[in-house]
């Protein structure tokens, strides 16, 4: 099926191995990595805010939960990062976590200005988009990201099911997602996304639509649905190791994924993503850059970015970031330029997911690839095609009708196989 999550704001983090204790890398006595070339005016901005309320058992993401830490002094230290590393007029701003919303309307604040201040965001970005979890939005709090500049939220409802939600970890009910996707248009949030999981063990494609036909008639913008997957080192993969979880049946879990786009599209919202699915003009920019595999600065704890040709990453721990920002001003903990053929690679398994495809000629500008390296992509690429995975209309490839349930699968014939053909 089409694989793990790529939910708003998180595409960097998949870069990253899930990491709950700093590494050789993290401790005070390994030798200093110089922080990444800074970006552009106008490149994309992520913050990463690492607090939740409790961890999700299926999440590998960066996240802790809240109590006991010092919100206030993180805050202090994204900022600090962000005078050294942030991007100058951010074309999009994308608040991600964690929980954001989870956040004082006074902590927001002192975030947001000092963003601002930095980077000058309200004058500039495009999109500003800020992850909220129900448990953690009322009226009061979706007004206070709006009158801050946050016109789109993005609502992890997850499932309707409460006995589902208390399997996921979800310190939230089905009628605490409802209230807060209310509060959200009572603030006046014209752009609203919910999140949804399918796929869960033991849930029928027949209730999935059911459950999904509930959110549509709420009628939000946009639409991230994703097929349960269970990631290394969450509490999902050793229940499912343990026999504790069984994952759902493929032939399942293809019934969800096209009921999904048949209800979706049916309501106004169109895949445009193979996971996501928005109203005309209401697909997330930001993402949208993460999917044609162009740069953003990501910051906070465990937050990744690319600039130029170079990725890098901050520690996906909370002392060790905190300790180089003290030392540095940046937290860097790893940085590398990969090889051409990694980069063309990554630009055609991304750009894939996408339904406007990709253009040979897009992916030599943005991995700075040579003309062999771009015909060889073209040759697997035709390959494919011919194998029934891909379609070609003028320059363009696309995934086919058969190979879009198949992304992942897909993805992993440029990313190893590409390798091979140009040894």
């Not at 805050?75 to 976590?97: D, M, V």
């Not at 946050?150 to 997602?177: N, W, Y």
């Not at 996408?354 to 040579?370: I, N, R």
């Not at 011919?386 to 490839?397: A, N, P, V, Y």
Request: proline fraction near 5%; include cysteine; aromatic fraction near 6%.
């Amino acid at each position: 099926m089409t694989g793990p999550k790529r939910s708003q704001a998180h595409m960097e983090e998949h870069q990253q191995r899930v990491e709950d204790e700093p590494t050789p890398n993290s401790r005070r006595d390994t030798p200093r990595v110089s922080a990444p070339p800074q970006a552009l005016e106008g490149t994309a901005l992520y913050v990463h805010l690492p607090f939740c309320a409790a961890k999700c058992h299926y999440c590998d993401f960066f996240s802790v939960p809240d109590e006991g830490q010092d919100i206030d002094g993180m805050i202090a230290a994204i900022l600090r990062e962000a005078e050294r590393r942030a991007p100058a007029r951010p074309a999009t701003l994308f608040l991600g976590g964690g929980t954001p919303s989870l956040l004082s309307a006074g902590q927001l604040k002192t975030l947001l200005d000092g963003l601002h201040e930095i980077s000058g965001w309200r004058e500039s970005a495009k999109e500003v988009t800020a992850e909220c979890n129900p448990e953690s939005l009322d009226v009061d709090k979706a007004r206070c990201l709006l009158d801050l500049g946050v016109p789109r939220l993005s609502i992890g409802f997850q499932s309707l099911d409460d006995e589902t939600l208390k399997l996921f970890g979800r310190v939230h009910t089905a009628a605490e997602s409802f209230r807060a996707y209310e509060s959200a248009r009572t603030a006046g949030i014209e752009h609203v996304n919910v999140d949804l999981i399918y796929a869960i063990p033991g849930q029928t494609a027949d209730g999935w639509s059911s459950d999904l036909g509930r959110v549509l008639d709420l009628g939000p913008d946009h639409l991230s649905a994703y097929n349960l997957t269970f990631e290394e080192d969450t509490r999902f993969k050793r229940w499912l190791d343990r026999g504790r979880l069984e994952a759902a049946e493929e032939e399942v879990e293809l019934e969800m994924f096209h009921a999904t786009r048949d209800l979706a599209s049916s309501s106004g919202l169109i895949a445009y993503e193979i996971s996501n699915h928005a109203r005309p003009d209401e697909q997330c920019r930001h993402n949208v850059n993460y999917w044609r595999n162009g740069e953003y600065v990501g910051i906070g704890p465990g937050a990744v970015s690319k600039v130029a040709q170079t990725r890098s990453g901050n520690p996906r721990s909370i002392s060790p970031y905190l300790h180089r920002i003290r030392g540095h001003g940046h937290a860097t903990e790893w940085s590398e330029v990969p090889e051409e053929v990694a980069r063309v690679a990554e630009c055609w398994w991304l750009g894939l997911r996408l339904k406007e495809g990709v253009d040979p000629a897009e992916v030599a500008k943005t991995a700075s690839a040579s003309e062999a390296a771009i015909e060889a992509s073209v040759a697997l690429a035709t390959r494919l095609v011919g194998d029934g995975l891909l379609d070609r209309s003028g320059d363009r490839f696309h995934l086919s009708d058969r190979g879009l349930p198949l992304a992942d699968g897909v993805a992993r014939e440029f990313l190893q196989r590409l390798s091979q053909d140009t040894r």
